[in-house]
């Protein structure tokens, strides 16, 4: 018997930590790791001693014989991976850093955000003897996106929370809620009170395809769509028209997948998840019976993950549906899968696809199709949205190896009366600091924020997750991400290069607690945690969101 993972999967590499014989991998020292959409254990080496199991925060690791017909893809995907890269166990384990065992005492660093990659750094820090760390967020709830980007139907990656609610304990920590950056405090007085400052902030916006009729009524980004069925505070008061039997996804990554399955899953099933109550109410009086999902490029280059295509393939009254000559193997992708230095995962995508576009529809109500080889050139409509004229794409090969979708001269139009664009994710500009609005990034260099003209370091700042390296990966990719950034800042204070706070750290706890009273710390958090799951239980659910401050902050003050 063998350990396998399966979807819910953080990619947070604790399980890579515990293994005794090195059988899982990529590991963060493996260049694949950045990208990979999950990890996988080798068959073939595992002694199933079940400790990556009993790590795991988010309960994806099962043996193989507990698999049901639903996970047996997942039995294939963990062994192929390493048919295609064997690889040796046993291997020593990496040599402690030297500035990992220093004394920081005294050392104090301020955390802006708090989703995943603020809370890993957050806990690399507060590893570390003697650091303190202070963490802040506009918000009164953290977890950033494990709280407001994963979809409500997949409880399962949301459990990562766990591992975050151990700073609670921590006298070393401090969670300030409430508290806006350039508004109650900026950005000069953290520095002038902390050695450092990290900005683990995300990506909050998007990115446009500026195509005519992009901004028509009817027509909107994925994020507020995903944001407010997870009852995000900005965007609790949205309305979405879902009177239309046709609704049109631009892009195919997981945030399209999700915003898909989503609108075709049936409210009932919604309603013993934790998605917004407003959402549900709308949901259940949908008219939506078919998604079309459009990807540019070849199903090769699909920006989805494979666990996510197969929990469409299980979506209760839904037809998948694609193309069989969207997902031929031409010449150009048969190159691609046959190349040495192919992910495992690419071609496990494209022999999903083919499976389901050889297998026949069984007349369901609802239906979900997956396009390739097709880009929007107009969302057309005379007040609001009623198509989408789209042009079919054929694939050509850059010199440096790249694949890109050029148009042909073939097009068509798909009726919508409701268009979501999901073309990615796109971070904003902090106040006092440099951006680079191209990338949607704060520019650094390893996680050191640098000037964009001179590219040296500005002294103390840092950067980590999506706003260090654009909107990529999966939640766990951002412990790798927070280590590096963290090593750095350890590295740079051992060295002296760090500016010493002017100011001690009570200065600062007055300082917030003047300029916003209503701040919310652990303790405050907790209850409204615990009143969102007492509300959840008497419907039979994980937990019913509070989708506004002030009822918040009524939980808050009357505990």
Not at 74 to 83: H, I, P, Q, V
Not at 189 to 213: F, K, M, Q, T
Not at 349 to 368: C, D, I, S, W
Not at 493 to 519: C, F, K, M, N
Request: proline residues 6%; negative net charge; aromatic residues 6%.
């Amino acid at each position: 018997m063998a350990f396998v993972i399966l979807q819910a999967c953080c990619n947070d590499a604790s399980c890579v930590a515990v293994c005794p014989v090195d059988c899982i991998h990529p590991t963060p020292e493996e260049a694949p790791f950045m990208r990979t959409e999950m990890l996988h254990i080798d068959p073939q080496a595992c002694i199933d001693c079940g400790a990556c199991a009993e790590e795991c925060p988010v309960d994806a690791i099962r043996p193989d014989d507990e698999l049901d017909e639903r996970d047996e893809p997942y039995r294939s995907l963990n062994s192929e991976y390493f048919d295609l890269r064997p690889m040796s166990s046993g291997t020593l384990a990496p040599v402690t850093p030297p500035w990992r065992k220093a004394d920081y005492s005294g050392m104090r660093v301020a955390i802006v955000g708090s989703g995943p990659a603020a809370f890993y750094a957050a806990l690399e820090i507060v590893s570390m003897r003697g650091a303190r760390v202070e963490m802040f967020d506009r918000l009164l709830t953290p977890y950033g996106l494990v709280r407001f980007g994963v979809a409500p139907d997949h409880p399962g990656t949301k459990a990562v929370t766990v591992v975050f609610e151990s700073l609670a304990k921590k006298s070393s920590f401090n969670l300030n809620l409430g508290v806006e950056i350039g508004t109650h405090i900026t950005h000069e007085e953290l520095v002038e009170r902390h050695h450092a400052v990290i900005y683990a902030v995300g990506a909050s916006s998007d990115r446009r395809l500026g195509i005519p009729g992009e901004d028509l009524a009817g027509s909107h980004t994925a994020t507020e769509f995903v944001a407010w069925y997870n009852g995000h505070p900005d965007y609790a008061d949205r309305t979405f028209d879902l009177s239309s039997d046709h609704v049109v996804v631009i892009g195919n990554g997981n945030v399209a997948l999700d915003v898909a399955r989503i609108l075709l899953t049936d409210p009932e099933d919604l309603d013993h998840t934790d998605i917004a109550d407003h959402a549900l109410d709308a949901l259940r009086t949908s008219n939506v019976r078919e998604v079309v999902v459009l990807g540019r490029r070849g199903v090769a280059q699909a920006g989805y993950t494979n666990p996510e295509m197969l929990a469409l393939r299980d979506l209760p009254d839904v037809d998948l549906i694609i193309d069989s000559d969207e997902v031929a193997t031409d010449e150009l992708t048969q190159a691609i899968l046959d190349a040495d230095d192919t992910e495992p995962s690419v071609r496990s995508k494209v022999m999903f696809a083919q499976e389901v576009a050889a297998g026949n529809p069984t007349g369901n109500k609802k239906r979900l199709v997956l396009r390739y080889l097709v880009s929007p050139t107009e969302i057309v409509g005379t007040d609001r949205v009623e198509s989408v004229r789209v042009t079919r794409n054929r694939l050509e090969q850059e010199s440096d190896g790249a694949v890109m979708a050029v148009a042909t001269d073939q097009t068509e139009t798909l009726e919508a009366g409701l268009v979501l664009r999901a073309v990615g994710y796109h971070g904003v500009a902090m106040p006092d600091l440099p951006f680079d609005n191209a990338r949607g990034v704060i520019p650094n260099v390893g996680g050191r924020v640098v000037d964009p003209a001179s590219r040296e370091p500005l002294p103390g700042v840092y950067v980590t997750g999506w706003i260090k390296r654009g909107p990529s990966g999966v939640i766990g990719t951002n412990k790798k991400c927070a280590i590096d950034t963290v090593d750095l800042l350890l590295q740079d204070y051992l060295a002296g290069s760090l500016p010493v706070p002017g100011h001690d750290a009570e200065s600062l706890t007055a300082l917030v607690a003047e300029r916003q009273p209503d701040i919310v710390n652990f303790k405050g958090w907790t209850a409204i945690d615990k009143a969102e799951k007492a509300a959840g239980r008497a419907r039979k659910r994980p937990r019913v969101k509070f989708v506004d401050t002030a009822s918040m902050l009524n939980v808050v003050r009357t505990t």
